[in-house]
């Protein structure tokens, strides 16, 4: 009996259906989680039955994978499949936002500062794998007390960033890209690093274009060239594009320090 040949017709069958759920297309609304509302707190109560449903969302390097665990109608356990983010940025976002997400029973929360990208992509994944399994971003995204966002310019207020790395055996030589949230959008930034810190800085990407925030740049960046490190002290008048800045080169530094 030939056993490889018998097998041929079973692994045709589920490499096909891998495709066609692969090629699946992610309906679900596109929304920054930065858009969603405040949720104070939210019932149990998704509409989904009892059961493990996969999820993909995008995250900063690629997709981020999940399995979500329903229970009584309410999401029971998130846990995290593969990913292929930045390990410190991601796992401060999978710490923090997977707790927040079970104990408000709601995907309304916001990005961890400095991994926006992981945090939507965490996101996604949980509302990919729900809304498959018959929930609805109403009710996902749903609030007692969603709150109306200001249209007052926001306060300068004080921004927590992931420390700066200082890897034992130094930094790996090279150029690493970098993200940070300016006050229009993401920072993108190629820092190179030598063992011992940054030695080079180039802008690839900003909509951060006004006045202070060009001189953001001008400031700073020199600054974090001179003295090897993300820490520096941020430009008065120009807080959320320095933030954005300092924020992209410790991204970057973590990469480098793997």
């Known amino acids: 009996m030939n056993v490889k040949n018998n097998l041929k017709p079973v692994v045709f069958i589920i490499i096909i259906v891998a495709v066609m759920m692969a090629s699946c ?34 995250g900063y390097q690629g997709e981020v994978h999940v399995e979500v665990t329903v229970t009584g109608d309410a999401i029971a356990e998130i846990r995290v499949i593969t990913h292929s983010d930045t390990g410190a940025f991601a796992n401060s976002v999978f710490t923090a936002l997977i707790p927040e997400i079970m104990a408000r029973q709601s995907t309304g929360v916001n990005a961890t500062t400095g991994a926006t990208y992981t945090s939507r992509g965490l996101v996604e994944g949980v509302e990919d794998a729900l809304l498959q399994a018959g929930a609805t971003l109403a009710t996902l995204r749903a609030s007692t007390t969603a709150a109306t966002p200001s249209a007052a310019a926001p306060a300068a207020v004080v921004r927590e960033i992931e420390p700066w790395p200082t890897p034992a055996d130094g930094f790996n030589p090279g150029s690493y890209e970098g993200w940070g949230e300016g006050i229009n959008g993401m920072i993108r930034l190629l820092v190179s690093f030598e063992e011992d810190g940054v030695v080079g800085i180039e802008i690839i990407e900003s909509s951060d274009t006004s006045e202070n925030a060009n001189r953001a740049f001008s400031v700073l960046i020199p600054a974090i060239e001179e003295s090897g490190s993300a820490d520096v002290d941020i430009v008065s008048g120009a807080t959320h594009t320095s933030y954005g800045i300092i924020e992209a080169v410790t991204d970057a530094a973590f990469g480098a320090g793997e």
């Open 25 to 58: 297309s992610r309906d679900w609304e596109q929304r920054s989680i930065w858009a969603m509302p405040t949720i104070e707190q939210v019932e149990g109560a998704i509409g989904v039955p009892d059961g493990v449903y996969p999820g993909i969302g995008n």
